[in-house]
């Protein structure tokens, strides 16, 4: 059975600050997860170490400022959270490591990722997971880096909460309205049209005249305008990519 056919959706994540992902357990994700959509698990990363300290990090070979992830946590983990599929699943686990380095997350990696059966999040700290961990992940799934764009974080925690959300929100029954999912920005490739609610004057500024006309097809022209003019003047990348 796929996601779509109604099967929950598996997430793991790692990392040496599971409190992070409190948040992620309340809203929009955490009525999903009570529903039996998503099934969402956060570890632990030192639970797979077995030193008096738990220690996670060591210095660099060939030297350089901090430190580096250890590679034998994260293997045992990965061992661990590869070890047990979603029953339903003949499909090999997506391994992803959010890193500065990485492909750009888009809402089309979102729709992609969206439809797997099991996604395994590895949280990165200091200066980055030893090299060796990425290609003995690749053995036991697909793996993929991936960046929220040309910035650095401390950690991948912040990341992996922002791909959560977007992905989770298009796994099919959490969010209500499936069409408020097509009417947004980014699924169309452009920028959203502007949006009022009331009352139509607010402090001298009114509401434009062609929302209250009743006229339904002028209405979509000139959201249509908006959204191509606005995406023109903010994101014209946008518009190079589509052409
Ligand atoms: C990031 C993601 O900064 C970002 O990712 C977090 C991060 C920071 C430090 C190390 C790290 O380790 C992962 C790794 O990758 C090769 O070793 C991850 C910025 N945009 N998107």
Redesign the pocket.
């Known amino acids: 059975m796929t996601a779509g056919t109604g099967a929950a959706v598996r997430i793991d994540v790692v990392s040496i600050f599971p409190t992070y992902f409190d948040g992620l357990t309340l809203s929009l994700l955490g009525k999903a997860q009570s529903t039996g959509i998503l099934d969402l698990s956060v570890r632990d990363l030192r639970d797979w170490t077995s030193d008096r300290h738990r220690t996670v990090d060591d210095t660099p070979y060939g030297g350089g400022a901090g430190m580096v992830m250890k590679p034998e946590p994260w293997g045992l983990a990965l061992d661990e959270l590869t070890s047990t599929t979603p029953p339903h699943s003949g499909e090999r686990p997506t391994i992803i490591?959010?890193?500065?380095?990485g492909e750009v997350f888009t809402q089309a990696t979102a729709r992609d990722l969206s439809t797997r059966e099991h996604l395994i999040f590895g949280c990165?700290?200091?200066?980055?997971?030893d090299e060796r961990v990425f290609e003995y992940a690749s053995s036991l799934g697909e793996v993929r880096?991936l960046?929220?764009?040309d910035?650095?974080?401390?950690?991948?925690e912040v990341?992996t909460m922002a791909m959560i959300e977007a992905i989770g929100r298009l796994i099919p029954g959490v969010v209500g309205n499936p069409e408020s999912l097509v009417e947004e920005s980014h699924e169309d490739g452009l920028l959203e049209y502007p949006s009022y609610t009331k009352p139509s004057m607010w402090r001298d500024r009114a509401v434009p005249d062609v929302l209250l006309s009743g006229n339904h097809k002028l209405i979509a022209t000139w959201r249509r305008d908006q959204q191509l003019e606005r995406t023109r003047t903010r994101r014209p990348d946008l518009l190079d990519d589509a052409s």
Do not use: D
Request: cysteine-free.
């Open positions: 490591f959010p890193s500065p380095a990165g700290r200091y200066e980055g997971i880096l960046s929220l764009g910035y650095v974080l401390n950690g991948g990341a």
